[in-house]
């Protein structure tokens, strides 16, 4: 059975930096791109980050864009997202998806909150 | 970047009748490899989203029957045939054809009457 486990999710300061991480079992980890998409409170889905198989490509939405990373381990099959200097607008459940073309198989998700 | 725009953006339906779900594209999906990567998601209350069809018209592992997809360009629908309790939760279209980004319409809630 495919699984995608999130966690680091807290509530961080406004400036802050947190890293989530993805843990992942039931496929083969290595031979999948993969993806992080986030939800606000009540509001709809936002993709974030892709990373290639090996990580040598990588994309971020405008919003994240010099200030997330995405990273993968192919020997632990998880996958991170280090975040620095968040905001407020950051606030949101993030989501690890597997897959591109298609999202096929998501995380339950993890909460950060930007507040002070 | 693409935008998908979702219509309506909540629909109520009485168990057993059909509902219909439109997604507008700023720009064809067209890919130039003749596939159409637009797909389709329901996210149900409290739960991450789930896959329902795939590359327009493609039903996903398990996915019933009564749902179905459709479309062309720039025009798209997902169609439920016979709306059952369990169909409830936000209806989200998304498209991998021109990327990054990735983009989403902005979701349609169905209620059951």
């Known amino acids: 059975e495919v699984q995608l486990v999130e966690s680091g999710g807290d509530l961080v300061q406004p400036g802050g930096s947190l890293r989530l991480s993805c843990a992942t079992s039931g496929f083969t980890f290595s031979n999948y791109e993969m993806n992080w998409v986030r939800q606000a409170p009540g509001k709809g889905l936002e993709w974030v980050s892709y990373?290639?198989?090996?990580?040598?490509?990588?994309y971020y939405a405008d919003s994240v864009k010099g200030r997330f990373t995405i990273s993968r381990d192919n020997a632990k099959s998880s996958l991170y997202l280090q975040m620095n200097s968040l905001r407020a607008e950051d606030s949101a459940v993030y989501y690890c998806g597997r897959d591109l073309p298609d999202i096929d198989h998501w995380g339950q998700g993890t909460l950060v909150t930007v507040s002070s | 970047d693409i935008v998908l725009t979702q219509t309506p953006l909540s629909l109520s339906v009485t168990p057993g009748q059909p509902a219909s779900i439109s997604c507008k594209s700023s720009q064809s999906l067209l890919h130039s490899d003749g596939k159409t990567y637009l797909y389709w998601y329901l996210q149900k209350p409290g739960q991450s989203p789930q896959l329902l069809i795939y590359e327009l018209s493609n039903r996903f592992s398990g996915v019933p029957d009564r749902f179905s997809g459709g479309g062309s360009g720039t025009d798209f629908t997902l169609k439920i045939s016979r709306v059952e309790p369990e169909d409830v939760g936000v209806y989200y279209c998304m498209q991998t054809t021109q990327l990054p980004p990735i983009t989403f319409g902005q979701g349609t809630r169905l209620e059951i009457k």
């Open positions: 990373i290639s198989r090996s990580g040598n490509t990588k």
